[in-house]
């Protein structure tokens, strides 16, 4: 017995052995293979989009966790004293890898420069917004992509549905 997985127009996925024979699919099966795939793709670019995003916004909240650990540290003059604070050593150590220039060496940091650092921050984490903003707006798009998708399947499929009804009321007398 041969297998008709493949031409079958409910289950579109073909068996490891037979590709799909796009001659044999009806053009509701073909309508509702190709959306499906549109769909999937899709669905699989805004994944990707979406994690990109999070790790992003996990950045941006370790900074900010920075910012505060650093306002917390800082005395009434002004200075930032590292050396017995191994919680902002941390904060120190994530901002560096996230590309501020921090030396880890330094014990203290004047006025000065720790305004130049909290600047730094602030402007990497502006950076990191803009990015983030960007991708929130292709993610909106690859929504919207994805509804009409949905909906120009719906489109055609509907009046081929209702073609078939038709013709099925024709053939057994019932007329339309």
């Known amino acids: 017995m041969a297998d008709t997985k493949a031409a079958d127009p409910i289950n579109l996925e073909p068996t490891q052995n037979d590709p799909i024979d796009l001659s044999n699919l009806s053009l509701e099966s073909l309508v509702l293979l190709l959306n499906t795939e549109r769909l999937d793709c899709l669905k699989e670019s805004a994944r990707k989009e979406l994690d990109e995003l999070k790790k992003r916004q996990a950045d941006v909240k370790k ?6 650990a650093i306002n917390s540290a800082t005395d009434d003059k002004g200075k930032l004293d590292l050396s017995k604070n191994k919680e902002l050593q941390e904060h120190f150590k994530n901002a ?18 720790r305004d130049r650092l909290v600047e730094n921050i602030r402007i990497l984490v502006d950076d990191l917004n803009v ?28 009046p081929l549905s209702d073609a078939k009804q038709r013709a099925a009321r024709e053939i057994s007398g019932r007329g339309g």
């Not at 900074?63 to 505060?68: E, K, Q, S, Y």
């Open 63 to 68: 900074l900010h966790d920075a910012l505060r």
């Open 96 to 113: 560096k890898e996230l590309g501020i220039d921090v030396r880890e060496s330094k014990g203290t940091y004047t006025k000065e420069e």
């Open 131 to 158: 990015e983030n903003d960007l991708q929130l707006q292709t993610l909106s798009k690859l929504t919207n992509e994805r509804y009409e998708s949905y909906q120009m399947a719906r489109s055609i499929l509907k």
